[in-house]
């Protein structure tokens, strides 16, 4: 007789919590998602990027960390002929590294280009300052998403949109697309590896001494 009791509880509590997640709305999981993202003042990752040109479509494996509000560094991992070269934004001048030539410059007052839109964290910056977001859900072999769907500001129009999606267990990002004034994809970002609120320093980020912590990553 316990067994079954037991096994009535059980049917009954998979059945409610399989209900209570049925019903969570896109709006339920974006505020919870807020949350998560108002707390994580920094990130690491790795990024697999492909970039869609008027020709060809470029491809490399990238190390990012980010630090609120827009310092970053990227450092390319692959392909090997640009393995090690390096790009630190402190938020207002830009440092760039050829591990190749081993040479490196400053540029002053730099102005952000596409690389910007590889950071979740811009994404999210984008988020909070537009008041048209799509959201919607997706399953990518038997996990749940939710996507944010938003525009880019800049009317450029290799960047008109941008779509995030967000595993709906645990907040991590997965993947971020790019896209055109057509809706095409321009730039696509799968991330992998996901740390949010590592250690990083304001030092860490300066263009003299930032490059100590890189090989840490």
């Not at 479509?57 to 990227?74: A, L």
């Not at 537009?130 to 769907?149: A, P």
């Not at 095409?184 to 590896?193: A, C, G, N, T």
């Amino acid at each position: 007789m316990k067994q079954c009791v037991l096994l009535f509880l059980l049917v009954i509590l998979t059945f409610t919590y399989g209900c209570s997640k049925s019903t969570e709305t896109e709006e339920d999981v974006f505020y919870d998602v807020q949350k998560y993202f108002n707390k994580m003042e920094t990130y690491r990752c790795i990024a697999d990027v492909k970039v869609k040109g008027n020709k060809d479509t470029e491809t490399y494996k990238s190390k990012h960390v980010f630090k609120k509000p827009d310092k970053y560094v990227i450092e390319i991992l692959e392909p090997a002929e640009n393995q090690g070269n390096i790009v630190l934004y402190d938020g207002k001048q830009a440092w760039l590294y050829n591990k190749q030539i081993d040479e490196s410059f400053v540029i002053k007052d730099f102005e952000q280009g596409a690389e910007k839109n590889l950071f979740v964290g811009h994404f999210l910056k984008n988020i909070l300052t537009n008041e048209e977001i799509n959201m919607s859900f997706d399953n990518i072999d038997g996990k749940q998403y939710l996507i944010l769907e938003t525009e880019t500001p800049g009317n450029n129009k290799y960047r008109s949109k941008e779509k995030l999606w967000i595993e709906r267990d645990n907040y991590l990002p997965y993947k971020l697309n790019v896209l055109d004034k057509d809706g095409e994809v321009s730039i696509e970002v799968i991330y992998s590896e996901f740390k949010a609120n590592v250690k990083v320093n304001d030092e860490d980020f300066n263009i003299k001494t930032g490059l100590h912590y890189i090989r840490e990553l």
